[in-house]
């Protein structure tokens, strides 16, 4: 039990587009959803935290603007990177915290994005 | 904050040899976490602790509070055990602090 599904898995886009990655709770209702970014042979990077129906919490130094985050559901939380460019190249990844009875977290797969 | 340091950051081993992975941190804390990173990129959770020791197939994780330690163990490791293994802490909706990792690959 409590999956996280994300998509896709990985994307390769223009410069100056947006891509969607989208992480769904499959069988558990995810208050609160994590969005790390992760750069190569380094840790995982906190970049904003989301609340069902309230503003997402960003982290310092990570743009409100450019990194839009939606967590409209207690399913569904997206991160948008708008305009990207190639220094947005990374590995994306979201986490939910279980539940009871274990309090854990759940991690999605993750997204490589590229952007060329 | 919390300082979350792991040893050692690399550790190659032959297949079948028993394996520790260190963790330390430097303020209190409600749980602490390993976590299995594969070469994909993807994280699966393995153990949540807060006291005393776990067992799960192969794998063992102690913690001491006192001390501020945890240990991640593998017995009888096996090529498929490579992967990153990264110690975090943190609880329900806290932000979770993480280690810098521990690549382990283990030769057949």
């Known amino acids: 039990g409590a999956v996280v599904s994300q998509h ?20 558990f209702q995810a208050t609160t ?13 906190l970049m904003a935290t989301s609340n ?21 559901s207690l399913t569904l939380s997206t991160l948008t990177v708008t305009s990207a460019h190639p220094e947005d190249s990374s590995f994306y990844i979201c ?14 797969s993750g997204t490589r994005l590229t952007v060329v | 904050k919390n300082e979350v340091e792991q040893s050692p950051q690399n550790l190659t081993a032959q297949e079948g040899e028993f394996i520790t992975i260190n963790c330390s941190y ?13 070469p994909g990129g993807g994280i ?16 063992i994780a ?6 501020k330690h945890s240990s991640l ?8 055990d490579s992967a990153v293994y990264i110690c975090a802490v943190g609880f329900g909706n806290e932000k979770l602090t993480f280690g810098t990792g521990t690549r382990l690959t283990i030769i057949p």
């Open chain 1, 33 to 45: 959803m994590f969005w790390y970014r992760q750069f190569p042979k380094q840790s995982l990077m």
């Open chain 1, 8 to 27: 896709p898995s990985r994307v390769i886009c223009k410069s100056g587009t947006s891509v969607k990655i989208e992480c769904r709770s499959l069988d």
């Open chain 2, 44 to 59: 699966v959770s393995l153990f949540m602790l807060s006291s005393g020791k776990k067992k799960h197939g192969r794998l």
């Open chain 2, 73 to 80: 163990h593998i017995t009888a490791s096996h090529p498929r």
């Open chain 1, 95 to 108: 986490s939910a915290p279980r539940n009871s009875p274990n309090y854990g977290y759940t991690f999605g």
């Open chain 2, 62 to 67: 102690t913690i001491n509070i006192q001390e």
């Open chain 1, 52 to 72: 069902e129906g309230s503003k997402a919490t960003y982290e310092q130094g990570v743009e409100k603007d450019k990194f839009l985050i939606n967590h409209a």
């Open chain 2, 26 to 38: 430097s303020v209190g804390i409600s749980a602490l976490h390993w976590l299995q990173q594969h």
